[in-house]
């Protein structure tokens, strides 16, 4: 991705975070008639106030979108291709600015969103602020990557059993759904002396540049289906009574632990409270994943660093990344670069610059790969990185294969499904049986397990969820089996269905299951034997008595015929279909269904049929809601009449 290109996409992400840091009445700004829109696939979705988030992400995929970047009761920014406008959970879909009397009527959030869009379409390219002096990460950060302390609590075998995420694993792969905490600590002078204000252009500045590190991320990997859900809680800073610029690493406790208290987290570590947060942002927007960015004021510190000179650091697999605004002589303008490199450990990607001193051997991450493109040792690769810091790979969009298969991009058989959610799909526990009364309809029962991709690091979990399960008898059509719990949204569900009416034989049963990464299975679950209780007791006849359909000719083929019950009942219904059309009703000749014998006309309206071999079925139904399992068929052929004009016509006049 080029510089411009990068800087347009960055540019596209900012208004929602940005828009938190603004008073309702300064938010709005319109743009001149003539503006251009970002790109042809970016848009601006004010949403309608219902709160229904999932519906608006369904809305947008329908309409063959993503949803990027989501502030959950205002807005979203997705890639929505060019024409497309999703309705549901949505009031207004905009691709240039927002006009003035529109915004008006939008509620105080919506208000902020359209202003903060409308500046984004006249926001000039940051690239030339970007230019710094030498500055080298690999000379400048000291031991940026940590490991956080687990607590004991969720060692025990009870957590461990199942297959989702626990609340100490955040972010075990870069895939999915991902909600983000960002802090904004505030000293109140009560213990150490206030140096540092936030101001709200420093806070819009640095709540835009996360966005752009995150919408960077977002932009390098398709299949992994990013999308990155802001916390509310974002719009003001947080007090504390330690000043952090003015402490060191090891004094993070006191003011984080402080802040987090505030926001309502507490825990007997701060380790904890921050996990607190983090499971409540995953919760509240069904998220994946959480995490929490703490930025620490640095606008009146001389070198934008802590006392012990740390200016950046996140633990490996979260909980949590803590800059300083300024980032050391990066500067402010370039905390999106840090931020990308610093989220890259979240999810744990390893350091490859050299006085990092990982060796090309170490393996991290959920997928346990090593780093061999480190610049600590002889590694087998050596190419630009985000890893390696600096700002040139942020960028260009560097990121080398090793530190993607770190953070889970790996697509090991190449069937397009990153490893991590490459799951296995287990149809397990089928059993069935018959009514008792009619031996030939048969309910079906099992269990559904989408067992986790295996890592030969970390405990085996999975994000994936079944999407559904279908059944169908032989060759017939595929039909939905419903859900125990009443809906399939986890990666485990009970299924159960029930089968039509089958014929007297041997017929096999067969499950389709899809789960939401794309992962499939389909298996024989079993073969039945049926016997049908309507056999020579529910029959129907039927005889063609119209023309033979042709093109260009009758449009039109007239079948007579009966329906007759044995038992002491009547018939009820008869229904009909051709090919594999939908089942239709048919009208009986004296008007009513309520004999034990019935005779029908059907005349069949072929408008629209190809030309070829067609099959129409006829079934009927007895007052004692038994069905007649073996239709009957008739064969008839739509047939090319070709009319033939010959040139020249001659006219003979009288």
Known sequence: ?????????????????????????????????????????????????????????????????????????????????????????????????????????????????????????????????????????????????????????????????????????????????????????????????????????????????????????????????????????????????????????????????????????????????????????????????????????????????????HFAYAYLGGPFTVLTSGCNGYGINNLDAVVAHEVGHIFMALDQYSSARQPCTRRSGYLGAENQNSQYGECALNEPSVMRGQVSPFEHGDLDPYARAQIGWRDSDGDGILDPVDTTIAINGVDYASDGVRTNVFTFTGEILDEPYASPLRRNVTINTIEGVEWRVGDSHWMAADAVDGGFDSYTEGFAFTTLPLPTGEVDVEIRVVDSAGNEAQEVVATVSAVDPMEGVLETTLTRVGPQAMDGGPREVTYRGSARSAEDTIVANVYFRIDDGPWEGVTADDGAYDDAEESFTLPLDLDGLSSGEHQVEVYAVDGQGFVETSPARDTFEVTSNTTQLFLPLVATLP
Request: glycine fraction near 8%; charge should be negative; hydrophobic fraction near 40%.
């Open 1 to 309: 991705m080029t510089v411009t290109t990068r800087a347009t996409v960055a540019a596209c992400v900012i208004l929602a975070l940005v828009g938190l840091a603004f008073p309702t009445g300064v938010a709005y700004a319109e743009v001149v008639p003539g503006d251009t829109p970002l790109r042809s696939d970016r848009a601006l979705l004010i949403l309608d106030g219902s709160g229904d988030m999932e519906a608006v992400n369904e809305a947008v995929e329908d309409a063959g979108g993503r949803v990027i970047h989501a502030f959950p009761a205002s807005a979203v920014i997705a890639d929505l291709p060019s024409g497309a406008a999703p309705t549901t959970g949505v009031a207004a879909v905009f691709r240039h600015s927002v006009p003035t009397r529109e915004a008006s009527e939008f509620d105080a959030g919506a208000r902020r969103a359209a202003g903060l869009w409308n500046r984004l379409l006249t926001a000039e390219s940051a690239s030339a602020e970007r230019r710094i002096s030498a500055l080298d990460l690999e000379a400048e950060l000291v031991d940026d990557a940590f490991v956080a302390p687990v607590p004991d609590r969720v060692q025990g075998s009870a957590e461990a059993s199942a297959f989702t995420p626990d609340p100490t694993q955040t972010s075990e792969f870069m895939i999915g759904r991902i909600a983000v905490g960002i802090v904004l600590p505030e000293s109140d002078g009560s213990v150490d002396e206030s140096t540092e204000t936030w101001t709200a252009g420093e806070r819009s500045q640095v709540l835009s540049e996360i966005t752009a590190a995150l919408d960077w991320w977002a932009g390098l990997e398709p299949r992994a289906n990013l999308t990155f859900v802001y916390d509310d809680g974002t719009a003001e800073p947080v007090g504390t009574s330690y000043e952090p610029i003015e402490r060191a690493y090891s004094d993070q406790g006191l003011w984080i632990s402080e802040v987090m208290a505030k926001k309502g987290f507490n825990g007997s570590t701060y380790f904890d409270q921050v996990r607190g947060y983090n499971q409540a942002l995953r919760e509240t927007h069904n998220a994946d994943w959480a995490f929490t960015i703490f930025i620490v004021d640095s606008s009146n510190d001389g070198d934008n660093r802590f006392a012990d000179r």
